[in-house]
């Protein structure tokens, strides 16, 4: 059984960088058939797919153009983890964020997702 | 990126009536060498993550009941709950994933009339 297990603060200031990992069990981050995806939700900006990890031989990362040039994403293989982190941050970027699994040989929805994780922008 | 726009905002349907919801995306969600449609259906409840209701447009995921149900192609899509359930009050979101950025509908809210 797939479990996606977040972790991270809930509060961050201005300009500092977010970073919220989540910890994968019943599958493995270094599958060749999955990828691991970010994504946040908020009432301004709705459902937004941030990007995607997966290993295909080597590993690859897919950023939305959105977010591309403040977010790097990671993995962790001996944790069996990834992780999110967003450089500065401002109050835009308050959300409840969420990591979510795609099989890509199977029915490449998002069908698991970690519980969330509430992450502030303040002072 | 391929706009999601789903109709309406809310809706507020009676217990064991039918409910409708649409989607209509800003460009073909098929993907013509293997004739599938890469839409998905959500279902949130509060203080919950999405979960996966339907994919390529019209398959129920394992455990969901059957009373849902999916359907269109191209650009506009339908989910049907077929005889609404006290249980089924959530906010359901419809997803492209034909093409990064993945995109989702805007969600409708589905209330008891």
């Known amino acids: 059984q797939v479990q996606l297990q977040q972790s991270g603060p809930g509060l961050v200031k201005p300009s500092q960088t977010l970073s919220v990992t989540c910890t994968i069990s019943g599958d493995s981050v270094s599958s060749n058939s999955a990828t691991w995806n970010w994504i946040r939700q908020s009432p301004s900006r709705g459902l937004e797919w941030l990007g995607r990890t997966y290993y295909r031989s080597k590993w690859f990362n897919d950023y939305a153009v959105s977010v591309k040039s403040r977010i790097t994403m990671n993995t962790d293989t001996s944790k069996n983890q990834f992780s999110l982190h967003l450089n500065s941050v401002t109050p835009e970027d308050t959300a409840v964020y969420y990591c979510?699994?795609?099989?890509?040989?199977?029915?490449?929805?998002?069908?698991?997702w970690g519980q969330g994780t509430l992450v502030t922008v303040s002072s | 990126d391929i706009v999601m726009t789903q109709s309406p905002d809310s809706l507020a349907v009676s217990l064991g009536e039918r409910a409708t919801i649409n989607c209509k995306s800003s460009?073909?969600?098929?993907?013509?060498?293997?004739?599938?449609?890469?839409l998905a259906w959500y279902q949130q409840k509060p203080g919950q993550p999405p979960k996966l209701l339907i994919y390529?447009?019209?398959t129920r995921e394992s455990g969901v009941p059957d009373r849902f149900s999916g359907s269109g192609s191209g650009t506009d899509f339908i989910l049907t709950i077929s005889s609404l359930q006290a249980e089924d009050l959530a906010v359901y979101f419809c997803q492209q994933y034909y093409a990064t950025p993945y995109t989702f509908g805007q969600g409708t809210t589905l209330e008891i009339k």
């Open positions: 460009q073909s969600v098929l993907y013509s060498s293997n004739n599938k449609n890469y």
């Open positions: 979510a699994r795609v099989v890509s040989t199977g029915n490449q929805a998002f069908d698991h």
């Open positions: 390529w447009a019209s």
